[in-house]
Every structure is written in C-alpha cells, then in structure tokens.
C-alpha cells in the first residue's frame, strides 16, 4: 500500500488513476509521494517516507530539486501537460495590450443606467481604440512547450515572428513553423520587436534576465509580456520603462505589490495554466510518473534524476539506488550483491549531472544485511525494494 499527499488541489481525472494500492493521506507523515503545483516547499521538512514529488505542471521553482536529489527524492514536472493553456492566455494577453478591451468593458458596466448608453457607447468608443497585432515583430525568448506554441499561434495569426533559444530541444525545434525567424541574439529581438514575450523557466541564469539594459535596448512602445516568472523581470526598473512610455504595456500573470493595480500594467492572478483541460492533462501524467516510479521503479520526466527504464520487473526482485554520478559504484553494488550469491538478471545505470539511477533486476531476494550494505556506501542517498 502506497499513501499520498497533496499539497495543492489535483484534478480528480488524474487522482482516479491511483488504484486501491494508494491511499490519499491528509498530513504528509508516512507518504511515500506528493503531489503539487505551485505550493512552496523550500522551508518544508519532508519525512524520510517520501521518495517522489510530482509537479503537476512545468515549473520547479517552488521545489527544492538539489536537496531532493541529495537525499534521493525524485522530481517530476509534466512537461507539455498545459502549454496549451498557457499559449491561449498569451494571445489574449497580446489582444488586451492592443486594444483597451478592459476600459471599455469597465466603461459599459460604469455607465449602464445611462437612458442614452448606445448613442454615448458610439460618441465614446473612441477612448479605447487600439491597434491589431497582424503584422507586428513577435519576440519569443524561450522556445519550450508553451513558446514554440505561441510562435505559430502568432504566426498564424498573422505577425512576424522571432524566436530565441539556445538551449532549443530537438523536439521543440521540429514542432516550429517554418515562417519563425531564428535569431540568435537577445539584442536583435529587442531592437525588432513591438511584442516580446518570455517563456523560460526561473533559474540563478534567467533572474532578472529582462532589466534596466535590456529594457533600455527594445523599441519605444514596446509591450512586454510575462506569463513565465515575475522574477525574470527587474519590476522596479520595468515601472521606470513603463512611466517614460518606453514600455507601452506590461502584462503579467504574477500579482505582487509592485505590479498591482499600477497603471499600463495588465496583472491576471497565474491564470496560464488554469483551465480545465490543463488541469487534468497535468494530473494524469503526474499520476501515471509517480506509479510507474512507485512500482517499478522507473523514472521519466524527472528534473533531476535521469529517465530510466526497465518496464514491469519479470524477476524475482528488483532493487532502485539513487546515488552520486561519481566513479566506482556499479562495481561496489555488484560485489555486495555478488558476495551474497544474487545473480543480477538484469541491470541499468543512468546519469543527469551530478546525480545518478540504478535499478537491478535480481534472481533471489536480497537480504537486509546486503541492503544496508548499499545503504552505507559513500555518495548512495536512498536504496529502494520496488519488488
Ligand atoms: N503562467 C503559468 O501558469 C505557467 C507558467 N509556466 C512557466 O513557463 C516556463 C516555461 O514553460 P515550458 O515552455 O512548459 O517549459 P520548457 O522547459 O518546455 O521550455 C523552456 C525553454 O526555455 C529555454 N531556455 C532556458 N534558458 C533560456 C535562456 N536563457 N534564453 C532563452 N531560452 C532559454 C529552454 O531551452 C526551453 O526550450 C516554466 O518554467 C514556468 O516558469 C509554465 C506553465 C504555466
Ligand atoms: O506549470 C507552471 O509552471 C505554472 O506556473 C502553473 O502553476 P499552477 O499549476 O497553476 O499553480
């Protein structure tokens, strides 16, 4: 039997694939996993019990992985799972900036017992005209999931668009419209683009990464979008932008006291990936990691663990050894195992940086002894029994 817990609402589709070998715990003491979504869980203290978190979404932000993964939790995201969602918003993020659509519904709600509203609706419709977004220069920094999307959304719609990423995946790469424009500086998109939207994830490298420089380089007028992360931008110096008019319009999906309520800036309380199909997209592949994990062992869509796996173990056991990526392991787990007489049927070794994952098939059940034998080796963080 397995327990889990969640630290933030999961779409029922998803927790309907847990079978009755799992168990919903209300406080986190003996879970094996959790799930989540944006709750934070840097200052939390997880029980040794816990062996997986799940992400049910793209940002690991509110995770702390490097800790996870010294101790041998494994960390999954749902890559792709609500791009979609994200992507639709971004478009109604670019119509709201271009055209006053929120005064002009406010403007309606404001003057509704007004005998005349039609007459004055048409003497006053001027106040909130705008522009269309066909055949502006889109910026895209960050070509993932969620920009590769809205790059050909945008194409489609008619705008010219630029896309940066130097870190692309081959996959991303494919799904992109062949209209996208490959630039390979960040400079090229601010000289060029009257929309800029950024899509990638907070780490040390991108905090902040749109400041008072990079600001100072973009067109006069320019609207800035950010439904990524309020922290890639310099909000302080973006409010100075905004209030010199060399930024035309902020639109973000992050609410704290600098953006709030300020005037030019467009604040949705992280809408992206608030939609119902989204919601259950991430659920379900949250699930299905955390029980392929959980029973067999295997890891896929781990942020810092490798992807490993071996499907349904055929064997008699099957043991599961997060440990360093360092030298010399593998032959230390096979002389433990092999002193004991247990024959490895079958056996693989992943890395991802400094962290690595074995899973070994084994034709005989391994004593305690042996396990705590790989328990007590130098750089192993957590040995498992999957079977
Ligand atoms: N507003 C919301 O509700 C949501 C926000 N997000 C945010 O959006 C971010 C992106 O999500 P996905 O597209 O699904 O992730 P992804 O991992 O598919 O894409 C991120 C892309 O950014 C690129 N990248 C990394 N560093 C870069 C840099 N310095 N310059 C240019 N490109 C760089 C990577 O190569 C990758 O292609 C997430 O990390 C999360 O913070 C994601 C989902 C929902
Ligand atoms: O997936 C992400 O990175 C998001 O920002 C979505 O967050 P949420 O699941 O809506 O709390």
Redesign the pocket.
Known sequence: MFQYHCLNPIAEKGLGLFNEEYKKSEDLQECDAVLVRSAKMHDMELPESVKVIARA???V?NIPVKDCAEKGVVVFNT??A??N??KE?VLAGMLLASRDIVGGIEWVAKEKDQEDIDKLAEKQKKQFAGCEIMGKKLGI???????AMVANAASALGMEVYG??????ID?AWNLSRTIKHIKSLDEIYSQCDYITI?????D??KE?INKEALDKMKDGVVLLN???DLLVDEDALIEALDSGKVKKYVT?FANHTVAGHKGILVTP?????TEESEENCAVMAVKEVRDFLENGNIKNSVNFPNCDMGTCVAVGRIAICHKNIPNMISQFTKILGAEGLNIADMTNKSKGEYAYTLIDLESTASKEALDELKAIEGVSRVRVVK
């Open positions: 979404g793209a940002g932000n890559p792709g609500n791009a969602g994200v918003l920094i960050g070509l993932g999931a969620i920009g940066y990423d130097p870190y692309i995946s991303a899509h990638v994830p907070l780490l490298s991108t990464m439904f990524a992360r999906d992280h809408l992206g990936a608030s």
